[in-house]
């Protein structure tokens, strides 16, 4: 069974970094696309960033681009969302995604579900 453990979150200042860990298994890396989802309390979900199973491509929300990157270590499973300057519009929870492609920064198919990671929370507060 698939399942994806996400790791990494807590509480930081305004222009601190932080980096999160989403754990795979039961699905091999490269062959599902993975991504980064926030929501934000009182805020719809909102697609962060994502990356191609089939040539580790990298997209990014208008929001984080330059701040955030995302990337996977195949011989461990595991994806990564390197979060640095981070402002407290960030504060969020964060859920780690897998499916078949990236439409722009959002992870999606069609033709099967996404699989979601229980999420971890991110607090930028002063």
């Known amino acids: 069974q698939a399942q994806l453990v996400e790791s990494g979150g807590g509480l930081v200042q305004p222009g601190e970094s932080l980096t999160l860990s989403c754990a795979a298994s039961?699905?091999?890396?490269?062959?599902?696309?993975m991504g980064w989802f926030r929501q934000a309390p009182g805020k719809e979900r909102e697609a962060v960033a994502c990356i191609s199973g089939s040539d580790g491509t990298q997209f990014y929300a208008r929001s984080v681009k330059g701040r955030f990157a995302i990337s996977r270590d195949k011989s461990k499973n595991t994806a990564f969302l390197q979060m640095s300057s981070l402002e407290v519009e960030d504060t969020a929870i964060y859920f780690c995604?897998?499916?078949?492609?990236?439409?722009?920064?959002?992870?999606?198919?069609?033709?099967?579900?996404?699989?979601w990671g229980q999420g971890t929370q991110v607090t930028v507060s002063a």
């Open positions: 995604a897998a499916n078949r492609f990236c439409r722009n920064e959002e992870v999606t198919s069609l033709q099967t579900q996404t699989i």
């Open positions: 039961g699905i091999t890396l490269p062959r599902y696309a």
